[in-house]
């Protein structure tokens, strides 16, 4: 039975092309890579906890199978163009040759990328070394090949169509961040400047995860520390297979007045997961609506308490998403003393990563737990 499965660091592809000029912080990664059962040697860098891959690699990797396609290059417009179900026919000589480190040289790419004759501006592409890199995960849903992991030999592997994808033995605990929000602005309190973040995981084992702790940590393109912060909040603190879990700040949170942004700005998340010793408990939501508040959203609804016993305090935390199924913002209140059997009311608004309005949110999900925290 053919699943797909996220891979634990996300994978990517690359073309041969001119860089612009912004420079991120990568490394070379040391994920495995299998294709179709087959262990591959190849290129590929890191970049904030997602792994980038070659998309000529990939071509030349999958010719010939269900899952083939051509990639072209058109200099004079700058577009990258990928023609599905199509043999391989345009090799430059690049392919699966392993060269030197270049992440020092990693930017957002410029070049426009057309499948099958559409722009496609939901996929992340960055430039190393002159080579664009994909990641592998979206480029499966747009191409048409399954990706999984094995923790144990922490590959990433490739099945394509018509192949079953390779099983991803049960190995317990394996999760990936698949999503990070990073919002710098001027702050509302003097000259500096503030930061709002939220960081995605999604548990891709079989067992539930804890989001123990998250150390968020800016660097210049140089690598040197520019800043740390690590007081996030979680939600929801236990995360259920298949499912996504968040670590996020709010607008409150400020660099340091000495911190200068010259020579780069760049965030990376550091995450501390365990595996889940208990179980959340989680409480009955109600009667939810949306409404529009001094440029935020906020929510009201009611919780039930189900028990026959009082709960001094369930903290009740709301997340919005697009019409892409990205996140919007967070928002979270308190809400005490609840006796038995009985029903109350919520209403929160604010903690928001930007300025957005009903009308932009997709769907929500409202979380009632009561605090729940396990040593590592």
């Not at 019409?323 to 308190?334: F, H, P």
Request: hydrophobic letters at 35%; charged letters at 20%; glycine letters at 8%.
């Amino acid at each position: 039975m053919k699943k797909t499965t996220s891979a634990l660091l996300a994978l990517v592809l690359v073309v041969s092309l001119a860089a612009p000029t912004f420079a991120f912080s990568a490394q070379l990664s040391a994920q495995n890579l299998a294709v179709d059962g087959q262990p591959i040697a190849c290129e590929k860098y890191n970049i904030d906890g997602s792994n980038y891959f070659k998309l000529r690699d990939l071509a030349k990797l999958l010719d010939g199978t269900g899952s083939q396609f051509d990639v072209g290059w058109d200099g004079v417009r700058g577009v990258v163009s990928i023609t599905t179900n199509h043999a391989y026919t345009t090799p430059n000589g690049t392919e699966l040759v392993v060269g030197d480190d270049q992440s020092a040289t990693t930017q957002v790419s410029a070049q426009t990328i057309m499948i099958d004759g559409v722009v496609r501006t939901d996929l992340t592409v960055y430039n190393i070394g002159g080579s664009n890199y994909f990641k592998l995960r979206e480029m499966g849903d747009a191409l048409g090949f399954d990706v999984g992991y094995v923790e144990a030999t922490n590959t990433a592997t490739v099945a394509s169509r018509g192949q079953l994808a390779i099983p991803t033995p049960k190995t317990g605990m394996a999760y990936e961040i698949t999503d990070v929000i990073n919002i710098i602005e001027d702050s509302s309190y003097g000259s500096g400047k503030r930061f709002r973040v939220i960081v995605e995981v999604t548990n891709t084992g079989d067992t539930p995860i804890y989001l123990s702790d998250c150390v968020l940590d800016y660097e210049d393109n140089n690598g040197h520390l520019l800043h740390t912060y690590d007081f996030l909040s979680v939600v929801p603190d236990i995360v259920q297979p298949n499912e996504k879990g968040y670590f996020y700040t709010n607008g409150s949170s400020a660099f340091d007045d000495d911190v200068s942004f010259e020579n780069g700005c760049n965030l990376v998340p550091k995450v501390t997961i365990t595996k889940a010793k208990g179980e959340l408990k989680r409480h009955e939501v109600s009667d939810t609506s949306l409404y529009n508040s001094y440029g935020t959203v906020g929510c009201k609804g009611r919780i039930t308490n189900e028990t026959d016993e009082e709960i001094s305090n369930i903290y009740v935390q709301v997340v919005y998403y697009d019409k892409d199924g990205r996140v919007l913002g967070i928002s979270g209140t308190n809400v005490s003393n609840i006796k038995a059997t009985d029903r109350t009311s919520f209403d929160l608004s604010g903690i928001l990563m930007n300025e957005f309005s009903v009308e932009d949110v997709a769907d929500y999900v409202v979380y009632a737990d009561e605090y729940y925290y396990q040593y590592k």
